[in-house]
């Protein structure tokens, strides 16, 4: 964990913070709209695929902002 703090703290510093933020953020709503495709367009019997993307899309679309708040607290 203090590694990926690190990182956070060294992108916060060289002023990208916004575009790596937007750039995650936007990583996590393609595969959040991809799980739910999946979910809702195909006749998948097995539901884990699209689970896992709903899963990574939330988590991706959320994490930006933790990081960068625990980057500041430290």
Not at 18 to 39: M, N, S
């Amino acid at each position: 964990m203090d590694e990926i703090l690190d990182i956070v703290d060294l992108v916060a510093d060289s002023g990208f913070e916004g575009i790596v933020t937007w750039l995650v953020r936007l990583v996590g709503l393609v595969a959040l709209l991809a799980g739910l495709g999946l979910w809702l367009f195909t006749d998948m019997g097995l539901l884990v695929v699209p689970a896992v993307l709903l899963l990574v899309g939330l988590v991706l679309l959320v994490a930006p902002s933790i990081l960068l708040l625990a980057a500041e607290l430290t």
